[in-house]
């Protein structure tokens, strides 16, 4: 049986493949405690799932349009409007199932083969799998421990090129919870403007913020036509399940990437959309209190972290990781890399954690070993995982 010659291309998420190892480890009895997934561990407002359930029961339950249905495509437009301070159409909105849909038809949409696309890594894995599916060229931008992991803006200009197509932005940002300041985002934008780029900014965490305020480049005079801003209900609201996202694009590009759904999904489900309408315009209650929770489990796992024999980190300012540095620890267990320690810990530890290779291939020059740990859980599973970790690495 013959497989396309594409599908070699195509990566996935380590998150998800230490998850199967997981599992595996707690059906045997094991005690496993898990900084692995980024997912929140909090319900989904009543709020929303009452939504939900009052559309079904309406009769919500047929095809919508590929681009979303009109109400939920004007609630979205009017949040994007006040949050980014821009005026945002329902046509330059596409609602789709999960946000993931939009990074892909993006890049099917704007990149061809042999086209250059510059993304921050380490970063979501998705990112560099996506470009290279379609036989686009990734270039990884390094993010930089001492810039409090953000990147070099003159190593950014060096890396473009005449094949240059899109520059991708995550802020907040996973794997390492910071943030883009405003200076930098006015810095990329003169660049994307003097080299006609698009810029493709992935702002799934905008809600989730600590310290200082979220800024969009999409804010910035001159960007809004060349930028494709991705958001979405998973984490805002922990809905991670219900697969709801939404892109926000210049009208033109809007119409390609629903043309796309039509093709790959049909339409995002109907229901789940009347959700995310009360999602957006209800309550936000639930979301500030998982907010204000999540930032006081970085403050205790960031403290415990650096309390470590060998462990140093920097404290995220926004969505739920922390990504330390474990190069000492490395060194003192006699381990190669980041990768053996991730291993080492879930099975001398019960503690799973994703290693640096989670999160694209090392930097030329990059030397430094890290880890990713998601606080998305109890602190009580956080104070027992650090008591874990310090206990399986200060030997």
């Excluded at 681009?67 to 004007?74: F, T």
């Excluded at 930028?227 to 998973?234: E, M, N, P, R, V």
């Excluded at 936000?284 to 403290?303: C, N, P, S, W």
């Excluded at 415990?304 to 990504?323: M, Q, S």
Aim: proline share 5%; aromatic share 8%; with cysteine.
């Amino acid at each position: 049986m013959q497989i396309a010659k594409r599908i070699g291309r195509l990566g996935t998420e380590g998150g998800f493949e230490v998850l199967v190892q997981v599992n595996r480890l707690k059906a045997e009895g094991r005690d496993i405690i898990s900084f692995a997934l980024g997912e929140p561990d909090f319900d989904t407002p009543q709020n929303i799932k009452d939504a939900a359930i009052k559309a079904i029961r309406d009769g919500y339950t047929h095809y919508s349009p590929s681009a979303g249905i009109l109400p939920l495509r004007e609630s979205i437009a009017r949040y994007v409007s006040k949050t980014r301070g821009i005026k945002v159409h329902p046509d330059e909105v596409v609602v789709t199932p999960g946000a993931k849909p939009i990074f892909f038809d993006s890049i099917l949409s704007c990149i061809n083969e042999g086209d250059e696309v510059i993304y921050p890594n380490p970063g979501y894995p998705i990112y560099e799998s996506v470009i290279n599916f379609v036989g686009g060229k990734s270039v990884p931008l390094p993010l930089l421990e001492e810039k409090n992991f953000s990147f070099d803006i003159e190593d950014l200009q060096r890396r473009i090129t005449p094949r240059t197509k899109m520059i991708i932005l995550n802020s907040p940002h996973n794997p390492t919870g910071s943030i883009l300041s405003y200076d930098d985002l006015k810095a990329i934008a003169k660049i994307a403007i003097q080299n006609d780029l698009w810029v493709l900014s992935d702002e799934i965490y905008s809600r989730i913020i600590y310290d200082g305020e979220f800024q969009s480049i999409i804010s910035i005079p001159g960007m809004k036509e060349r930028t494709i801003l991705l958001d979405g209900f998973s984490k805002t609201y922990a809905m991670t399940g219900w697969r709801l996202g939404f892109g926000v694009m210049k009208k033109e590009l809007a119409a390609h990437i629903a043309r796309i759904e039509t093709n790959a999904d049909a339409c995002t489900a109907t229901f789940t959309q009347y959700a995310g309408i009360e999602a957006l315009e209800g309550s936000q209650d639930g979301t500030l209190a998982m907010v204000k929770e999540f930032q006081k489990r970085r403050d205790i796992i960031h403290q415990g972290l650096n309390d470590i024999k060998g462990i140093k980190c920097l404290k995220p300012h926004g969505a739920f990781y922390i990504y330390p540095n474990v190069t000492e620890v490395c060194q003192n267990l006699g381990l190669s890399d980041s990768t053996e320690l991730q291993q080492y810990l879930l099975h001398k530890a019960d503690v799973a954690v994703l290693a640096r290779s989670c999160f694209g291939p090392r930097n030329e020059g990059e030397k430094e070993e890290y880890i990713r740990l998601s606080y998305a859980t109890s602190r009580e599973n956080i104070l027992e995982g650090l008591r874990r970790i310090k206990k399986a690495v200060e030997v």
